[in-house]
């Protein structure tokens, strides 16, 4: 699976997304290190507060049915902006390995990369806890 295949997964996860309040689709599909891979929209909630990211939706996918071992995320918001993955999101990333890439992409293909310790330096992580 190549970078743009796991694109149009996350462009195709979108028309899924369930944002009534917002109108604001986003897609995000991830790949785990035997090759599947997991899709998410965002799902809104009347109560505002209980919306979640479709970066989480396809992150819970992948655990949901076993798989931890994630290498990217590909995350897809319109044809004029990169996605970026919001604060929560970043940090539910890096949950999962701080050296997963991070695909930041335009409906178009076009896309950045980054790895998510990157964009979320210094990073919480359970070896404090643990
Ligand atoms: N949203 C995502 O799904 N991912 C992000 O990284 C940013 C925000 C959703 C949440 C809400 O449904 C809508 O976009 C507007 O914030």
Do not use: H, W
């Not at 809104?44 to 919306?51: D, H, K, P, Q, V």
């Not at 999962?96 to 178009?108: C, L, S």
Request: hydrophobic share 40%.
């Amino acid at each position: 699976m190549n970078i743009n295949n796991l694109i149009n997964e996350a462009i195709n996860a979108r028309e899924n997304a369930y944002a009534p309040y917002s109108k604001f689709k986003v897609g995000a599909a991830v790949i785990t290190q035997n090759d599947n891979v997991y899709t998410g929209c965002n799902v809104e909630n009347a109560s505002y507060g209980g919306t979640i990211c479709a970066e989480r939706v396809a992150i819970c996918n992948a655990v949901s049915s076993g798989e931890r071992s994630i290498k990217a995320i590909a995350i897809v918001y319109d044809e004029n902006n990169f996605a970026v993955p919001c604060g929560i999101c970043r940090q539910f990333i890096y949950e999962f390995g701080a050296e997963i890439d991070v695909i930041m992409a335009k409906m178009n293909g076009e896309y950045k990369i980054k790895k998510i310790s990157e964009l979320l330096p210094d990073g919480f992580n359970g070896d404090l806890i643990n």
